[in-house]
């Protein structure tokens, strides 16, 4: 039995950490799990998506504020930014991004690391970046050879990809007229995938008034129109609000095997 557990998450933007695994990041931290945010950019490119709010300060800063509160609701114990500029990952210091990962997996040697998958929820490219620097921290952090002076080398038991279910694109589809995100006029589909291929679904039932509240946080990136921010939205009545889907891509806990059949319901399976 491990004594202290702890979990990082990896994304890209102020925000990416609320949708889709805000519930299960509230979830872990309420069970006493250290939960830690790395958010790789301060969404410095972001739009106002509230014309009610008028920006004070730098969009930066405006974002930052945002998370920080998310984070409270989600019980975040650390946020990591690593301090790269929304929408230039891509041409951010591979190696600079990735080694600061590495640095913090040595550090605090989560037994759980999620992050996006190579899909990027919809393709986004510093979503795409962000998984790459995740897959390659994680790899290299296991690799004594490889930046001694960064810390102890240390293998992370359980990575996963947040994912969705394709039968949650599909009714984006139905209720949106499309499943698409526009990023500078052109339309960058979600990827969802088969029922077989999510291996992991975590329950948040217990935690979505957290969840709702730490993503009305980034008020900035909200339509007043967006359902989550009507009074009569009830999280209990969406099934894939209350239910966060994940992919376990690498699976290096000694003896462990994903129960045949069915569906991981703890991320720490295997683990306590
Ligand atoms: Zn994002």
Redesign the pocket.
Known sequence: MTDKLSLVAI???P??EAFGTGGTLARYAAEGVDVHLVTATRGEAGQIANPNIVPDRPMGDLREAELRNACRYFGVKELHLLGYIDGQTTIAPQQEAVYKIVRLLRQIRPQVVISFGPDGIYG?Y??LAVHRWACAAVQLAADEERWPEAGLPYRVPKFYYRAMFAEQVALVERVNGHSYVLMEGIPFPFVGYAPEQITTVIDVRQYVQAKLNGIRCHASQLNPMHPYLQDEFDPLMEEWFFREAYILAQNNLDGYSLPPGEKETDLFAGIR
């Open positions: 994304f890209a933007h925000d990416d986004h510093d979503h």
